[in-house]
């Protein structure tokens, strides 16, 4: 069984400015997806080109900072925040929220789709094959800081890795659920969706199959990420605030692919 060697969270110390390998985490997956974005405009049918491109990767990252960390305060510990505001600030110690980063780039894009006249759902299907770059990143940049480690595993797990805990002050065999979430909604649903978009499809369909596919692989890797220690498990015992999260999404993608694509035009 492997065991964890800590990663110094700080990659550059400057002195005064600190550069943190969470940040640059999310700057890579940016840079990357923003080269991906690029490399898509070469399908003249896509009708995007590189400067819009650029454009958009702006109000994406508006949309996942600040979305993302609201997110975060709202459905997972609004308690500490309301009572240590000023904590909302260190976006650096970690604590951002997928859905409330996805609920935030939604919004962001519907602005700048109003700005050159393509609807939210072109723009969607545009660019989820490559928010899973981002959700890549962002999941080795949780592994990096030694943040949202899964459950005690069996010491025999070929899964599991030693980590140390700091309560029981000994090693621990864990699941590293964000390496798993790093394989599962980062490559695997990027291969998919990166297949799925060669070809001209339905309106809402790719972005469809974004939202079930994330939302059907983060429920999954729930059972065994541990919930966060503020709130627990919501019911049953097994239930979580992300997988209550993921049912919308579900739910929109099954209706995007089986019902809205099929009635509107093929473009994406």
């Known amino acids: 069984m492997m065991t964890y060697q800590t990663i110094d969270p700080v990659a550059l110390d400057l002195g005064v400015v600190q550069v943190r390998w969470y940040g640059l985490m999310y700057l890579i997956g940016f840079l990357s997806a923003w080269y991906y974005g690029t490399v898509r405009t070469r399908d003249s049918w896509r009708n995007w080109n590189k400067d819009q491109v650029s454009d958009l990767l702006f109000y994406c990252a508006l949309g996942v900072i600040l979305g993302g960390r609201l997110g975060y305060i709202f459905f997972y510990d609004f308690a500490h925040y309301i009572s240590q505001p000023l904590d909302m600030l ?9 859905h409330g980063g996805l609920l935030g780039v939604i919004t962001t894009v519907w602005l700048y789709g109003r700005k050159i006249n393509k609807s939210l759902l072109e723009i969607t299907d545009f660019i989820a094959p490559f928010v899973t770059i981002g959700l890549f990143f962002g999941r080795i940049g949780n592994y990096i800081n030694s943040e949202l480690w899964g459950k005690v595993a069996p010491v025999d797990s070929p899964l599991a890795m030693l980590v140390y805990d700091h309560s029981l002050q000994t090693l621990v065999p864990k699941y590293p659920t964000q390496l798993l979430e790093a394989l599962l909604e980062g490559l695997v649903l990027g291969v998919i969706l990166w297949w799925y978009s060669r070809q001209q499809r339905g309106i ?3 972005s469809g199959l974004f939202l079930l596919g994330y939302g059907s692989l983060r429920f999954l890797v729930e059972f065994w990420r541990m919930p966060d220690a503020q ?3 919501l ?8 997988q209550i999260l993921c049912l919308p999404m579900i739910a929109g993608g099954l209706f995007l692919i089986f019902f809205w694509s099929k009635r509107h035009a093929t473009v994406s």
């Open 90 to 98: 260190k976006i650096w110690q970690g604590g951002m929220s997928f």
């Open 204 to 206: 809402g369909a790719v």
């Open 231 to 233: 709130l627990g498990y």
């Open 235 to 242: 019911a049953w015992d097994w239930l979580t605030m992300g």
